[in-house]
């Protein structure tokens, strides 16, 4: 069994995409800039900011993070998206979700530039990535794809098993494991069998939100299985994922931890998607 460790492979991109970064000023004359909305005053939400703003300056980008309070009305909200928009200095913008429920997350996230989506949530980026067209990847399932290919773990004609069917993670993480060429199962709430469904995976993916559900009886001898999840234990109130690490690494040939796994690659795959929107607007 193998740990793969996203923030090591995340660590070695980041340094690469800061050494070209190093030349933009002199080639390009000014640097990618990430903006960065945070609505309210949330935990999670405010350390997933303060992780991107690290991850910038790790690469040598500009980041600005507009902070508002949770009473902002979402008229207000759009303006200031309308103005990240016609800023030809901002190269990404992404809207830290969840928004306070008056606000609706759909009318925000269409509201954004297409081309400065770094998260690709916007529809015509998800309408592109399901017909095969140019389109910015959203981060979390490009870095599980980077993952599995770091580790040269073939996809090509094996069996994966995706637990979960979110917009963010499931539904595209199943997509580009079917453009690696694999056979791909989506399964949710609703699957009747699921430990049975998962232990016929090759590649698992899990990525529901619920502590160490995934137990060793989910769990094929020798797969690979990537864990999306980030919970807290409820005994420990430590960081934990979706699957029970402890009993079933060993059932397995490569497996990611929480933390340090495919949290780390989404960072390092939004700074990507900056880059590549920067260089596209040049
Ligand atoms: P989500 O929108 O809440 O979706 C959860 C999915 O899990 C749904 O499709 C749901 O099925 C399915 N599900 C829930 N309970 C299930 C069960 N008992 N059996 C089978 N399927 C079940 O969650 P998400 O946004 O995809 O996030 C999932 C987890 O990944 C969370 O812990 C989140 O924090 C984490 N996450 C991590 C990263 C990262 O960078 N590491 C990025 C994004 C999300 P139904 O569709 O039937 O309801």
Redesign the pocket.
Known sequence: MKIISGKELAAKLKKNMAKDVSTYMARFGRLPKLSVILVGEDPGSVSYVTGKAKACQEVGILNNTIRFTDTITEAELLKKIEELNSDNTVDGILVQLPLPKHINESRIIEAIEKNKDVDGFHPLNVAALWNKNDCILPC?PKGIIKLLKSENIEIKGKNTVV????N???LPVGKLLLDENATVTI?????QN?PQVASEADILVV????PK?VTPDFVKQGAVVID????RDIETGKLCG?VDFEACAEKTSFITKVPGG??PM?ICCLIENTLECFLKHL
């Open positions: 979390t637990i979960g069917r979110s963010i993670v499931g399964t949710h709430s609703r699957t699921l990525a529901i939100g619920k559900f999306v999840g980030v919970n979706d495919v949290g989404t």
